[in-house]
T-cell receptor
């Protein structure tokens, strides 16, 4: 059983608000990822990290930012939410060794009104 | 440009039927994973294949990695409604441990 947790599961928020989506894992994985996904659609990598103080932008341009101060914690922040940010956000982690196998959290369903 | 192409995109079948979904690429991968995702949840890893030509079985699911490690297939025998979900393939390269996901096959199995 993978131990990676996302909070909140659901969030409805007004335009212009600052939000932080939390992601924590207890597996000691160095690599962590944030994906954006619309229902039933493909995953888009928006941020990833290879370890503490390492963050990189993914394939899909995103107005969000991330930080990695602790190995187990990889929060995603939107400074000013907009309706176009409405989506599901999935956090994942993987161990350093190959093959890379990702373990996903349950996701945060964000709705910006 | 999608690195991994999955087909079909949608598949709707009756309980008891067999099916195969495909994951194809022009790139070579050191490993390939299959995940299943149910609505409102994160993807769950089903299997990892690493050797060209490798076949793995998970109950009624059979996974095959192509000889050239560019493609993979997932075959489900006697599908059940519980198999319904989005099936995603993901290729892993040796560089920095990135995973590249396909767009997925949405499978619906009707009772």
């Amino acid at each position: 059983e993978a131990d990676i947790y996302q909070t909140p599961r659901y969030l409805v928020i007004g335009t212009g608000k600052k939000i932080t989506l939390e992601c924590s894992q207890t597996m000691g994985h160095d690599k962590m990822y944030w994906y954006q996904q619309d229902p039933g659609m493909e995953l888009h990598l928006i941020h990833y990290s290879y370890g503490v103080n390492s963050t990189e932008k993914g394939d899909l341009s995103s107005e969000s930012t991330v930080s990695r101060i602790r190995t187990e914690h990889f929060p995603l922040t939107l400074e000013s939410a907009r309706p176009s940010h409405t989506s599901q956000y999935l956090c994942a982690s993987s161990a350093t060794w190959v093959p890379t196998e990702a373990f996903f959290g349950q996701g945060t369903r964000l709705t910006v009104v | 440009t999608q690195l991994l192409e999955q087909s079909p995109q949608f598949l709707s079948i009756q309980e008891g039927e067999n099916l195969t979904v495909y994951c194809n690429s022009s790139s070579v991968f050191s490993s390939l994973q299959w995940y299943r995702q149910e609505p409102g949840e994160g993807p769950v890893l089903l299997v990892t294949v690493v050797t060209g030509g490798e076949v793995k079985k998970l109950k009624r699911l059979t996974f095959q990695f192509g000889d050239a490690r560019k493609d993979s297939s997932l075959h489900i025998t006697a599908a059940q409604p519980g198999d319904t979900g989005l099936y995603l393939c993901a290729g892993g390269g040796s560089t920095l441990g990135r995973l590249y996901f396909g767009r997925g096959t949405q499978l619906t199995v009707w009772p």
